[in-house]
């Protein structure tokens, strides 16, 4: 994503900092990183320690924790790099659409990085839930009417394999389900987080 910085040339601080092949650009709260050479990629990790890369950035980019909700995240130089400093007071109200877009995207990437088709499945309810869902007695309830070949082509999996989870995860307590409305029990899926 290229995009113009927010403060005029002039006004703006001279921030410019050059960062060694295989260094870590820091994360700022609130800033973000304008790459004027070299590339980066940005980057996270699941639990059992599978790198997940959700892009790589070169001149004119912006990256920035800012511009993500995915937890762990590290931006790392494949080159040197020079990159400038983006103080967060004035691309907020410019980037809102964009941030979101963005971070969906993200997590999205992350969720279908999971090797299994259960552990996808789980993440991708929680995930729904949380975004889409509204909290009840039982846990969160996910009126969405999804199908089965929805939920497969958004995981890339069949819809055989999605219909098999389903009845397992329910079978097992974790979701109800009914009309293709679920209610998902989040604090039961601590297991599917190890």
């Not at 979101?100 to 997590?107: L, T």
């Not at 604090?187 to 190890?194: K, L, N, Q, S, V």
């Amino acid at each position: 994503m290229s995009f113009s910085s927010p403060l005029p040339e002039r006004s703006r601080p001279s921030s410019k900092r050059v960062f060694k092949s295989r260094s870590k650009l820091p994360l700022k709260p609130n800033s973000l990183w304008k790459i004027e050479t070299g590339i980066v990629k940005t980057m996270t990790w699941l639990e059992d320690g599978t790198i997940v890369v959700l892009g790589l950035w070169g001149a004119g980019d912006i990256v920035g924790q800012a511009l993500s909700k995915v937890e762990p995240y590290q931006i790392e130089c494949l080159t040197e790099v020079e990159a400038t400093i983006l103080p967060g007071d004035g691309w907020h109200q410019v980037a809102e659409i964009l941030l979101d877009y963005i971070q969906q995207v993200e997590e999205l990437t992350v969720i279908r990085r999971y090797k299994k088709t259960d552990i996808m499945l789980v993440k991708l309810l929680i995930w729904l839930a949380k975004r889409f869902g509204r909290e009840v007695e039982q846990g969160h309830l996910l009126d969405l009417r999804l199908t089965h070949q929805d939920l497969a082509e958004i995981l890339g999996a069949t819809r055989v394999t999605i219909t098999r989870t389903l009845s397992q995860l329910e079978q097992q307590g974790l979701i109800e389900r009914s009309l293709r409305r679920f209610v998902v029990r989040e604090e039961e899926f601590w297991h599917y987080e190890i």
